[in-house]
């Protein structure tokens, strides 16, 4: 049964940091790429940032460029996102989601297995 459970979402300031974490279980970890993807109300579901299988290509969108880092832990099947200087603008529900493919990938078609969401909101 695959399982990916998201966690660290909540209610900060403007400025502030959050991170999240994505806890696998039911696939092959350290074998495929990761992604964070972010969904605000009547907008369409992006890519914030993405992990290759080994944690040596990553990806980010340009709205989080320096500001977010995400990183891999394959002995613990987890994938965090760390978001610094956090704005309004990044107020979402936040996904984990799995690839079937070890490259970054950075289309939704390419990500087959999502977890329920977190909750991020940034107040002004």
């Known amino acids: 049964q695959v399982q990916l459970v998201e966690s660290g979402g909540g209610l900060v300031q403007a400025g502030d940091s959050l991170r999240l974490s994505c806890a696998v279980s039911?696939?092959?970890?350290?074998?495929?790429?990761m992604g964070w993807f972010r969904q605000a109300p009547g907008k369409e579901r992006e890519l914030v940032a993405a992990?290759?299988?080994?944690?040596?290509?990553?990806y980010y969108a340009d709205s989080v460029k320096g500001r977010f880092t995400i990183s891999r832990d394959n002995a613990k099947n987890t994938v965090s996102l760390q978001m610094d200087s956090l704005k309004p603008e990044d107020t979402a529900v936040y996904y984990c989601?799995?690839?079937?493919?070890?490259?970054?990938?950075?289309?939704?078609?390419?990500?087959?297995?999502w977890g329920q969401g977190t909750q991020v909101t940034v107040s002004s």
């Open positions: 992990i290759s299988w080994g944690g040596g290509s990553r």
């Open positions: 039911g696939l092959p970890f350290s074998n495929i790429a």
């Open positions: 989601a799995a690839s079937s493919f070890k490259l970054v990938r950075t289309t939704t078609d390419d990500y087959h297995y």
